[in-house]
T-cell receptor, first 116, second 116 residues
Framework: GAVVSQHPSWVICKSGTSVKIECRSL??????MFWYRQFPKQSLMLMAT?????????EQGVEKDKFLINHASLTLSTLTVTSAHPEDSSFYIC????????????FGQGTRLTVV | AQTVTQSQPEMSVQEAETVTLSCTYD???????LFWYKQPPSRQMILVIR??????QNATENRFSVNFQKAAKSFSLKISDSQLGDAAMYFC?????????????FGTGTLLAVQP
């Protein structure tokens, strides 16, 4: 299957700083990428849908100024957590869909963010 | 809005035995896709099996099969000959057909333990 690489796998940052997470489709072009947040022992919560070359669509309740998403190319989307606080500590996962009509989404390995 | 319900937070099965995980969903759409994803301790999301709603035949992938009951809006996963490596969190997911930006809607997950 297609490979989605997420980097870093884990990161620790200080409160008030910003951290960037990258999501790359390695062997395919991803028109659409999705960003999720997952709390321990809970399901994946969709944060936003990212389309190449346009603004991301955020889910209700997700602060767009807090979680900046950029999808500058067909193989790269980034999530930047700005002015991070301990409550932003979580597991963040991206996924990418192959092509326009393909039904399957492939997931990155996730990033564990800890804000201290 | 569509919803996905997994009523079994935890399940346990003996190695080599068979286990069935339940999933129900609610939708007014007639064309859609259903998925089962596995999330092992590594937290990498892995697609186990998918079903197109317009297909009457139940999908199978080796030891994994589904029982898709469209009228009842039920989509259960059967794991045969359970192996220790099957231990993971399993998520049922729904996606509308059509556009690439249609998002996956996840259930709350079922944690499967496999006893040796």
């Amino acid at each position: 299957g297609a490979v989605v690489s997420q980097h870093p796998s884990w990161v620790i940052c200080k409160s008030g700083t910003s951290v960037k997470i990258e999501c790359r489709s390695l062997d395919f072009q991803a028109t659409t990428m999705f960003w999720y947040r997952q709390f321990p022992k809970q399901s994946l919560m969709l944060m936003a849908t990212s389309n190449e070359g346009s603004k991301a669509t955020y889910e209700q309740g997700v602060e767009k100024d807090k979680f900046l998403i950029n999808h500058a190319s067909l193989t790269l989307s980034t999530l930047t957590v700005t002015s991070a606080h301990p409550e932003d500590s979580s597991f963040y996962i991206c996924s990418a869909r192959v092509g326009v009509r393909n039904t399957e989404a492939f997931f990155g390995q996730g990033t564990r963010l800890t804000v201290v | 809005a569509q919803t996905v319900t997994q009523s079994q937070p935890e399940m346990s099965v003996q190695e080599a035995e068979t286990v069935t995980l339940s999933c129900t969903y609610d939708t007014s759409e007639s064309d859609y896709y259903l998925f089962w994803y596995k999330q092992p301790p590594s937290r990498q999301m892995i697609l186990v099996i998918r079903q197109e709603a317009y297909k009457q035949q139940n999908a199978t992938e080796n030891r994994f099969s589904v029982n898709f009951q469209k009228a009842a809006k039920s989509f259960s996963l059967k794991i045969s000959d359970s192996q220790l490596g099957d231990a993971a969190m399993y998520f049922c997911a729904y996606r509308s057909s059509g556009g690439a930006t249609n998002k996956l809607i996840f259930g709350t997950g079922t944690l499967l333990a496999v006893q040796p």
